[in-house]
Every structure is written in structure tokens, then in C-alpha cells.
């Protein structure tokens, strides 16, 4: 589902704004890329390899805390049965978690897109560009490129172009054969492109109807001039693929080589796409507001209640919203309590601080992702998410003035 896809977006930027701040000052902290046809027992053999090698650095403490990081890993690789289809990264190493203090981080993720290649690094930071390159907007994108001799059918799954079908047509060229007349020569070469323009129709049915209609975000049509717009005015496409059709894009070549160049002529089109379902989606969540409906909510506590009681149609969180939900508790004195933590990427997480009873450093029992917690919330009462970038006026402005959680509301609830 592309909303899942969204939120899982959401999940693994928040675990590399985490990993990103944290730095030490010698190279103490692993990040291991594993692509799916690596050998386990190899990967094994090579960190024990590395664990040998810790053993010469030569502070102590930075060697004792690579190996401790390479033995937390062996630890996680040796429970690995099978290497997942996109393979498997983690981040280790020994970081300070403040108030003198530190700790393991060992962070296992799968990646959104396959891992290309083998990567062992050891640095003062971790060694993220590899993962956050995979971040790029989820969904399927069919794309239809086409001239009068050839046409070639593919997709775009996140970053990845696949090639489906490479058609070629029996347009016959402008130059007709002796004996032709000029009449029944054009009449038969438009019947040749109609076929032509069928058979690219038939193939893009075969190729996107199969997916599930949420998945497949829209269809870029590329190719010459006026052989694509004539293909796209005369609705060749099955009508379910007509109207999802983004643009028409001149490319230079109309084999597999045009993809790329299709991609990045309507790279602003497929930026612009989700901007303006988040700038609609705004349209209406302040119009309700203007009109005092009383279909709309907004603030943690209030939009926690309609969510649990499945009024909410579409759940609105800004995606720079950090907000978690921690238990509290002193081991001093026993004191407990419960607060929500709120802060916008690119700051440092909130401290905790210490006991307001007796002044001891307070520790974390329990912590929701508020995120998380209303994603699956949503999920539950089948309201779509929409993340809201703070990129236009209206979207900032609902992380200013509205803290970046609200709803849109099926009914008034009064909440
Ligand atoms: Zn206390």
C-alpha cells in the first residue's frame, strides 16, 4: 500500500536521524551493507577477521569498543537463518548517551531497495549515504515510450527502471512502393500505426492492471513528436490507464536506453505529484476549520480519541513532527511519570532531566513513537496518513499553529 510505504519511509528516517547524530572521536562505529547473494559464514569470516585486527589499535578503549561492536554484530549475524531479498544493514558501535554515560547502539534495518554492493566501513561517524539514497518517494510509475517504428513498456519501482516489453511496429516508412497509389498508401499506413498504437495500448494493459490500483501512482509517456500525442489523444489506453497519465515527455531514444532520459525529463512532474495531494489535502483541513464544521481535529489527545473511535477519514502529521510518548521512572525513590516529548527534525531529542522528588537522573521504562502509535491507529479504522512536508505556506503553518497532528473527520465527534 503506498500509505504504508509512506509510513515505513517515516520509520527509517527517524533511525538515521538518530544514528546521524551520534559521532565519536576515534573510528569506532561499523556500518555493514549485505546484499542478498552474500554467504553469511562469509560475512562472519570477515568480521572475525576484523575483530583480530581491533586488537591493534592502539588506544584500548577504542579497540575494546570495536570488537565489543563487532561482537554484538557476529551475535546478530550468526541468528540471521537467510539474508533478506533486499539484503540487511546494520550500524554498531559503543556512543555516548549522555550524562556520562555510554551505550551499544545496534541497529538492524532492511533496506527499502536492494543493497548493490558489499560495504564494511569503521569511522568516528556512521556511513548512512547508501541507505538514504534508497529514500526516495515509493510507488510504481508505468512508463510508455514510443515513436512510428518501435515502443518499449516499463516501470519505475522506487529507484529501479524495469523493462517490460520492446515492441516493433510494421509501419511501413513515407517512401511507398512503385505502382502504390499515394490514396491507398496513406490509408494503409494509418491503419498500420492504429494497430501499432493497439498493440502499445494492450501491452501497457497487460503490463499495470495487474497491479493494485493504489500502487501504480501514474504513467509517463515519452517519445517523439506527434507520435506520443497522437497515441495519448486517441486513448489507446485502457481507460483506467488514460487518466492516470502524467505527462508526455520528448525523449531522444525509444528503446530501454529512453527510460532514464524519460525519468529525468519529468523529474519536477513526479516531484510536484505529492505536493499537490498534500496541498489539497490542506485546502480542506483549513476550510473546515474557516467553516466551523466540526469535521476536523487537531492536538495529540484529541485526535488519539477520534482515531480510536474510527471517525477519522485522513489522519494529517507534518513529516517534521518527532513526538514520542515516555514512561518516566527514578530507581532512586521510585517516582514515576508519563509525558509526551515533541520535537522537529534536525533538533536534539528532548532531555529527560532528572527526578523532581530527589534530583536523580530519571530513566526511560517505556517509549511510543506517537507516529507509529497513530499509523497503526489509522490503520485499524482504514483513514489514509498523509504526511505533510513544511515546504509551502500551508503546510509549515500546520506545524506552527497546529503542532502537526490533526485529522479530517468522517462525522462531527465534538473532539
Ligand atoms: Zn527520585
Redesign the pocket.
Known amino acids: 500500500m503506498a500509505e504504508y510505504c509512506t509510513y515505513e519511509k517515516y520509520v527509517l528516517k527517524k533511525k538515521l536521524e538518530t544514528l546521524k547524530n551520534k559521532s565519536v572521536k576515534s573510528a569506532e562505529l561499523i556500518s555493514l551493507y549485505v546484499p542478498s547473494d552474500k554467504q553469511i559464514s562469509d560475512v562472519i569470516k570477515h568480521l572475525k577477521e576484523e575483530h583480530e585486527q581491533a586488537s591493534n589499535i592502539i588506544s584500548k578503549l577504542a579497540s575494546n569498543n570495536v570488537r565489543e561492536a563487532l561482537d554484538s554484530l557476529l551475535a546478530k549475524l550468526r541468528s540471521l537463518n537467510k539474508i533478506p531479498e533486499n539484503g540487511i544493514v546494520y550500524f554498531a558501535g559503543v556512543v555516548d548517551t549522555g550524562a556520562n554515560r555510554t551505550g551499544m547502539v545496534n541497529e538492524v534495518l532492511i533496506p527499502p531497495e536492494p543493497v548493490v554492493h558489499y560495504i564494511y566501513h569503521c569511522d568516528s561517524v556512521f556511513y548512512l549515504e547508501p541507505i538514504e539514497e534508497m529514500l526516495r518517494e515509493c510507488g510504481t510509475y508505468g512508463l510508455i515510450l514510443l515513436d512510428l517504428r518501435e515502443a518499449s513498456v516499463g516501470m519505475l519501482v522506487g529507484k529501479q527502471i524495469e523493462a517490460i516489453k520492446h515492441l516493433h511496429s510494421t509501419v511501413p516508412g513515407k517512401q511507398r512502393k512503385g505502382g502504390q497509389s499515394a490514396h491507398r498508401f496513406e490509408q494503409l499506413r494509418r491503419i498500420a500505426i492504429h494497430d501499432f498504437y493497439k498493440r502499445i495500448g494492450g501491452a501497457a494493459s497487460e503490463a499495470f492492471l495487474e497491479l493494485e490500483p493504489s500502487d501504480l501512482k501514474g504513467i509517463l509517456i515519452g517519445g517523439h513528436s506527434p507520435t506520443k500525442e497522437e497515441f495519448y489523444e486517441g486513448e489507446f489506453l485502457h481507460y483506467e490507464l488514460q487518466k492516470k497519465v502524467l505527462g508526455l515527455f520528448d525523449t531522444g531514444y525509444t528503446d530501454e536506453s529512453g527510460f532514464s532520459e524519460l525519468i529525468n525529463e519529468a523529474e519536477d512532474t513526479l516531484q510536484g505529484i505529492d505536493l499537490i495531494k498534500q496541498k489539497k489535502d490542506m485546502d480542506i483541513f483549513f476550510k473546515e476549520i474557516a467553516t466551523e464544521s466540526g469535521k476536523v481535529s487537531y492536538g495529540e489527545d484529541n485526535v488519539r480519541a477520534n482515531l480510536e473511535i474510527k471517525a477519522v477519514d485522513v489522519l494529517l502529521l507534518s513529516e517534521e513532527l518527532r513526538a514520542e510518548r515516555v514512561s518516566l521512572m527514578?530507581r532512586?525513590?521510585?517516582?514515576e511519570n508519563r509525558r509526551t516529548r515533541i520535537w522537529k527534525t534536525g533538533e536534539a531529542v528532548p532531555t529527560i532531566g532528572n527526578?523532581p522528588?530527589?534530583?536523580?537522573a530519571l530513566e526511560v521504562t517505556d517509549l511510543i513513537d506517537i507516529v507509529g502509535e497513530f499509523s497503526e491507529l489509522a490503520d485499524k479504522g482504514n483513514a489514509r496518513i498523509a504526511f505533510i512536508s513544511t515546504d509551502f505556506d500551508e503546510g509549515s503553518q500546520f506545524m506552527i499553529a497546529f503542532g502537526g497532528i490533526a485529522a479530517i473527520l468522517r462525522y462531527s465527534t465534538g473532539m
Open positions: 527514578c532512586v525513590c521510585g517516582y527526578c522528588e530527589c534530583g536523580s
